[in-house]
């Protein structure tokens, strides 16, 4: 009965208690991320750079090369390729930062 939960002797203040302690822990973990993507902008190391590597790239991400190769299958971020390299355009990956777009498949997200 996965997504179903029932409240035997549980008071209803004590509920609202605990759906609001939840609802709390989401909203800081969610703007705590944003804290940091700010953070991570403002300390940018490859600001002059319009394309990064993918080793690059997975550092921004806390990733593996593996996952990143799994996110362009899935179509959740896009390389560009010169030649045989392999690189993504930064402005995407703050793109895909920002939107949430990659944030279920992050660890600690």
Known sequence: M???MFLTGTEVNDFVGML?????????KALQRQKELLDLEKED??????????KETAGYFGVSL???????????LIPCRIGTRVRYK????????????????????
């Not at 600001?47 to 590597?53: E, F, P």
């Open 66 to 76: 593996v996952t990143l190769n799994d996110w362009e299958h899935r179509g959740v």
């Open 90 to 109: 930064k402005s995407e990956v703050y793109n895909a930062l920002n939107s949430g777009k990659v944030g279920k498949f992050i660890r600690n997200a």
């Open 2 to 4: 996965q997504g179903q």
């Open 45 to 54: 190391p490859y600001k002059d750079r319009v394309y990064l590597t993918r």
């Open 20 to 28: 609001s302690n939840a609802i709390d822990e989401k909203v800081k």
